[in-house]
């Protein structure tokens, strides 16, 4: 803002001034730069909760959120800057990991503010484990706000339910999904303790 800029350097933000009769540099690709990381940044922002554990074991020099944020920069955002840029929902990574994610899964809200998945129990797949846990995330691309549960159910359960604000009645919510071996939420994160995020799709809730 004005003369002073943000940064980061090893995850760490600062703010600093710039040199005098130095400008903030406007050229196209510049422009498009801060566009694309400030698109990324407001969508992951809401979910960073789930982004703190799930990418904390890829993260070795950087943090979990910026380390998710350079990974779907990569990954998950199409465009340019004349057709304009767009997040690729189905390549976002909230989570990343070896860790057996779901199978034949499937979402519906019929109630109202409440999304309803179901699963097939796959305990028995190597890596996976009856008393891992679910995790949901939903985002509101229209609000930029997200619903996260860390712990909503577990894999062995094979169906679940997370309510929404009742407010998001009627507007599109992508979804999305994955497990955690348990002992995670007590500080022990590897990659084989943490499945890759799943896309489950954009629904309409009741």
């Given at each position: 803002v004005g003369n002073v800029v943000g940064g980061s350097l090893n995850g760490v933000h600062y703010l600093r001034s710039l040199p005098s009769g130095m400008r903030q540099a406007n050229t196209p690709s510049q422009l498009a730069q801060r566009e694309r990381f400030g698109m990324m940044v407001r969508f992951l922002r809401p979910m960073k909760e789930l982004i703190s554990i799930?990418?904390?074991?890829e993260a070795s020099r950087m943090n979990p959120f910026n380390a998710a944020v350079s990974f779907n920069l990569r990954n998950a955002l199409s465009g340019d800057q004349e057709t304009g840029f767009s997040i690729d929902y189905g390549r976002v990574a909230l989570s990343l990991g070896s860790r057996p994610g779901m199978s034949e899964a499937a979402m519906e809200s019929t109630e109202a503010s409440i999304l309803s998945v179901q699963w097939a129990d796959n305990s028995t797949m190597k890596g996976a484990s009856a008393d891992d846990i679910l995790f949901l995330a939903a985002f509101n691309e229209?609000?930029?706000?997200?619903?996260v549960e860390l712990n909503l159910a577990t894999r062995?359960?094979?169906?679940?339910q997370l309510r929404l604000p009742a407010e998001w009645s009627g507007e599109s919510v992508?979804?999305?999904a994955g497990f955690l071996a348990s002992s995670v939420l007590l500080g022990t994160v590897k990659t084989d303790r943490i499945s890759r995020s799943q896309y489950l799709g954009a629904?309409?809730?009741?």
């Open positions: 799930g990418f904390k074991a229209a609000k930029g706000d997200a619903i062995q359960a094979s169906a679940a992508h979804v999305f629904i309409t809730p009741a």
